[in-house]
């Protein structure tokens, strides 16, 4: 016998700080997060660890989100379920973010302190910031297992990584090479492709004049070429002009009126431009570029102004004569294009800049000077020697450097390369051969581009912060030398560099002294490795890897990724590649790719910005079950999440909306209580003295009310068990709302297992929140009210209420972890045995019950079908009531005119219907006639009719059906129109045809309904 006293006094809303702060502690020290290899079958998930650079945002909610409810899914389920947590410490991102707050707060640089403070203030950076991350993940009830928790530098990791590099450079899959790249000059280090995004600015094409060296009777005597940075040509080797200019020009021709002959009539117009200057071009342009290829290919050469180097006229087709001079500038130490004519034309590449970006002693005169004050002086001495043509605006796209946010210089440099070609087939056919499966499929194609292109990874970065490269060089020594010293040895391995005379040596293991090689000098390479390199290795240096861990055997290859497609080439590409070439294996079995955050203007949220939601806020305003929920129930698999963000101001708490212009402010005045509160852009004192004005979402509105229904429905149950005993309850006893409600609840389980199986979160979430809502709480809690009242009825009434709260509890939890832990805990206070058909002791946990699974054997179709017809006229009753504005409780009568069928379905519940909307059937069935005063709605599968006499304005239901007239009479029109259609009657397919019949009949039935109800009115 169980009593429902001390419940009286659970508050009629959901609180949700304290509950959350209790329930996430008692998991921890209870151990359900942590996971150890036994004989069940494994479920392994690896975080893509957050960068050690700032707090969490909205994006990262949203991928843990998702992560957490798999593996709380997959845990009641019975898996051995491990969710691996970690963070990276994203080497140039961390250390651009410190070096600009070294450089902000005491005036220095990295050089001022050295190598080994530098790193010491990063690591405390690092603790600091990971440890704020490990916290958001805990307030938003992450159940990683904390006890595994690594981080990229860690020696764990530290010698997964070395153990890489050495096989890697054993197999000479990895190498030294001078090559472009994209140089970040305030940091100094090489950054990838992948780490560069491009930015549309203002700027100017400079046409400059070359002499020509001796110039012969008839030659030109200048080459004119155009260039958005005239700096660079302190390092020109060469000028191009096309081979071939006439055959060029005849292609560019051709090309176009193909384009011509394709394009729509509003595009015809700028082609035939283009083609009239083609064929001016011809005239003007074509006999110089022949002239000059003839020169080129006769060795030519021209004299490069200001530094005055002989540099070759070259015949390439880089130059295209229909673009500009058809003469191209061509600095292969500075430009890509340049590089690949560098060489294919064996051209000398001259680079002219130092790492910080001032110009070095190539550029003569130039040496020392910033880029800006280079282009300055380089176009004024220009101008002053009569070799600038003209200058042009242009708008220029310029690529910028993602980490530090400054423009990126081509540049030539020593870096450590992989070779992709093995490598990067490899990871290709793991998806192409469904080892790898993405999800959804569309994302594989891009994957496959990428890595198709087989471009070596260059993986070494000009940092201090990251994984040192473990090599060495050495000039002096011979190989007999390091034969000698490392006799006996397998964890040093050397190669030589012909083109450097030098030995490189790479240590597995242990560093390498300065004096290891007896009378030689070692010296260590300053570069560390990309971030991306150590973060490749994840899902196996995290279980161990090199050593055959038991974690590894049993955890790898992991279940899942869930990311974002920001990294699938960046990060996933790689995690497979290096995971086939470490263990033999491919690293996860599927890979989810989930939607971005955007906000309400359709941009990607970010701090930079100033659009972010701090999921803080959010949990703060909220509750993490909100925030959780909120954002799976957005997550679908074709679109991506578009979140109107407001501020809160923290003086009223009224919303106010985030613009593009507010949103970078420093102060924002509240548009209602005019006080002024900060933003994160708050910098001065008196800015930052003000309260802070949150960022936050009404998306999550819903979820919150969401958490107050669960929690009333609850609460509703839980005082009305008293006397509550357990038992076993047989299929007779049930009463159809019960068998309702049971086969409903079974065809849910059934919904929201297959859509979390196959990663359709939305899905899942809507599911669940319907039947939720919408059907046990609004429906089945208020038809049981009555037989809980009932001494007879009650045992049966109050256990098929605990079991369905019971099994709701447990399908919500991945999704809502701490509203349903707290239900589940009091409602095993009150029943601690509980289920249908027998009962059983529950689990000391939620988040340990047992997944449900979807009893079949409840589901009745007929059943289903009845209560959705009753659903649907109970909304339909509620809606007249709320139109007329009658009071719920005044009495109603309606009739129902619907087929023989449906009236069999309805009529069984007709006491439902006065016990929950006061209303009486008077009717049922295709001849159930309108009360003479009636209001009339027609629904999909009844028309109802509501008898007004005596309780409605006539004149404005009147002037409500009139309206409705017009409506349904310009459907039937526009359906009319459509049938007479003689084409669309012909080549449509008979089944559509048939369709637009029956719509236009139902149409012309709903007129009549419609025309009866305006007669009715007339005469009353």
């Not at 394709?262 to 342009?285: F, H, I, M, N, Y």
């Not at 000098?521 to 890897?545: E, I, M």
């Not at 339909?876 to 009236?903: V, Y």
Request: net charge negative; proline share 6%; aromatic share 8%.
């Amino acid at each position: 016998m169980t009593t429902t006293a001390p419940f009286k006094d659970l508050p009629t809303q959901y609180h949700h700080a304290e509950p959350e702060r209790r329930w996430y502690r008692f998991w921890e020290e209870s151990g359900y997060f942590h996971s150890e290899p036994d004989s069940r079958r494994p479920y392994a998930i690896v975080i893509p660890p957050p960068n050690v650079t700032g707090a969490l945002h909205l994006g990262h909610a949203l991928n843990s989100s998702l992560q957490d409810i798999l593996i709380r899914f997959k845990r009641m389920q019975g898996y051995n379920a491990l969710w691996m947590p970690g963070t990276d410490h994203a080497g140039i991102a961390t250390q651009a973010v410190v070096e600009r707050r070294l450089l902000t707060e005491e005036k220095q640089s990295r050089h001022d302190l050295g190598r080994d403070e530098l790193v010491r203030r990063i690591w405390q950076w690092k603790d600091e910031y990971e440890a704020r991350i490990l916290g958001q993940l805990k307030r938003m009830g992450c159940s990683c297992d904390w006890q595994r928790t690594r981080f990229t530098l860690d020696p764990v990791c530290a010698r997964a990584v070395r153990h890489t590099f050495f096989r890697l450079f054993e197999e000479r899959l990895i190498y030294r090479g001078k090559r472009l790249v994209n140089w970040d000059t305030f940091l100094q280090t090489a950054v990838s492709d992948d780490e560069v995004y491009h930015e549309t600015v203002a700027g100017h094409f400079w046409h400059l004049k070359y002499p020509v060296m001796d110039p012969r009777p008839g030659e030109p005597t200048h080459v004119t070429i155009a260039t958005t940075r005239p700096e660079t040509m302190l390092g020109d080797t060469a000028v191009a002009v096309h081979p071939d200019p006439a055959a060029a020009l005849d292609r560019a021709e051709a090309e176009l009126r193909q384009k011509l002959a394709d394009a729509p009539e509003k595009e015809r117009e700028a082609v035939l431009a283009q083609l009239d200057g083609l064929t001016q071009r011809r005239a003007s342009v074509l006999p110089t570029l022949v002239r000059l290829s003839e020169m080129a290919q006769s060795g030519r050469v021209l004299k490069l102004p200001l530094v005055d180097r002989p540099i070759p006229l070259v015949a390439d087709e880089w130059a295209k004569p229909e673009l500009g001079s058809g003469c191209v500038k061509i600095t292969p130490a500075h430009d890509p294009n340049d590089y690949e004519v560098g060489k294919r034309q064996n051209l000398p590449m001259i680079n002219i800049l130092n790492p910080d970006g001032t110009l070095n002693a190539h550029a003569g005169p130039y040496e020392k000077l910033t880029i800006p004050k280079a282009r300055e002086r380089v176009v004024a001495d220009m101008e002053s020697l009569g070799l600038l043509v003209d200058v042009e605006d242009r708008e220029i796209d310029l690529a910028h450097s993602d980490r530090s946010k400054t423009p990126i210089e081509p540049y030539l440099a020593d870096q450590w390369f992989v070779k992709m070609d093995q490598l990067a087939q490899s990871a290709m056919d793991a998806v192409t051969d469904g080892r790898v499966k993405m999800v959804p499929g569309r994302y594989a194609q891009g994957y496959l581009d990428w890595l198709g292109e087989k471009r070596d990874w260059p993986v070494s970065r000009q940092l201090w912060w990251g994984h040192r490269i473990p090599i060495w060089y050495c000039a002096t020594a011979s190989e007999a030398d390091l034969k000698r010293t490392f006799a006996g040895r397998d964890d040093v391995v050397w190669q030589r560099d012909e083109e450097q005379e030098r030995w490189l040596l790479c240590a597995r293991e242990d560093d390498l002294s300065d004096d290891a090689v007896p009378g030689h000098a070692l010296v260590r390479d300053d570069d560390v490795l990309d971030t991306w390199f150590s973060s490749a290795l994840w899902p196996h240096s995290t279980l161990g890897w090199p050593e055959p861990t038991p974690e590894l055997k049993y955890y790898y290859p992991t279940s899942v990724l869930v990311t974002s497609r920001d990294i699938i080439t960046l990060w996933v590409a790689r995690m497979v590649l290096t995971g086939l070439h470490n263990v033999g294996d491919v690293p996860f079995r599927e890979v989810f790719i989930h939607p971005k955050i955007l906000d309400g203007y359709g941009e990607t949220m970010s701090k930079t910005k100033g659009n972010g939601v701090d999921p803080v806020d959010v949990m703060d305003k909220f509750g993490a079950d909100a925030l959780r929920f909120g954002l799976a129930h957005l997550t679908t698999e074709t679109q991506d999440v578009r979140m109107p963000v407001e501020f809160e101001c923290p003086h009223c708490n009224q919303l106010i909306e985030q613009t593009k212009k507010n949103r970078v402010l420093p102060r924002v005045k509240c548009v209602h209580c005019g006080e002024e509160f900060s933003t994160q852009w708050a910098a001065k004192p008196d800015d930052r003295a003000l309260p802070r004005g949150a960022v936050v979402s009404e998306r999550f509105e819903l979820a919150r009310n969401f958490c107050n229904k669960l929690w009333n429905a609850a609460r509703f149950a839980m005082l009305n068990l008293e006397g509550y005993t357990p038992a076993a309850v047989r299929d007779e006893e049930l009463a159809v709302e019960d068998r309702w409600v049971l086969s409903r609840l079974a065809t849910v389980t059934q919904q929201a297992t297959e859509a979390l199986e196959s990663y359709r979160f939305a899905d899942a979430m809507r599911s669940l929140y319907e039947f939720a809502w919408d059907e046990f709480c609004s429906f089945y809690v208020e038809m049981v009210k009555g037989r809980l009242q009932d001494a007879a009825q009650r045992p049966v009434a109050q256990r098929v209420l605990v079991h369905t709260l019971d099994t709701l509890l447990r399908l919500l939890h991945p999704a809502m972890p701490f509203v349903t832990e707290e239900i589940w805990q009091l409602l095993a206070q009150l029943a601690p045995q509980r289920g249908l058909p027998k009962p059983a002791p529950a689990a000391a946990s939620v988040m340990i019950a047992p997944w449900p699974p979807a009893d079949r054997g409840r589901q009745d179709i007929q059943i289903e079908a009845r209560f959705a017809h009753f659903q649907e006229v109970l909304r339909g009753l509620r809606e007249i009531r709320s139109r007329q504005n009658i009071s719920p409780k005044t009495p109603i009568r309606f009739a129902a005119r619907c087929d023989a069928a449906t009236a069999e379905l309805l009529r069984p519940l007709e006491r439902y219907f006065q016990s929950l909307a006061g209303a009486q059937a008077i009717a049922w069935g295709p001849e159930a006639a309108a009360p003479a005063t009636n209001a009339h709605l027609s629904l999909k599968s009844v028309e109802l009719f509501v008898d007004l006499t005596g309780l409605i304005d006539v004149a404005a239901e009147r002037a409500r059906l009139e309206k409705e007239r017009g409506r349904l009479q310009g459907a039937i029109t526009a359906k009319e129109n459509k049938l007479a259609n003689a084409n669309f009657v012909e080549r449509a397919p008979p089944e559509v045809v048939a369709k637009e019949r029956a719509s236009l009949a139902e149409l012309q039935g709903q007129l009549g309904s419609i025309d009866a109800a305006l007669g009715a009115l007339a005469k009353s």
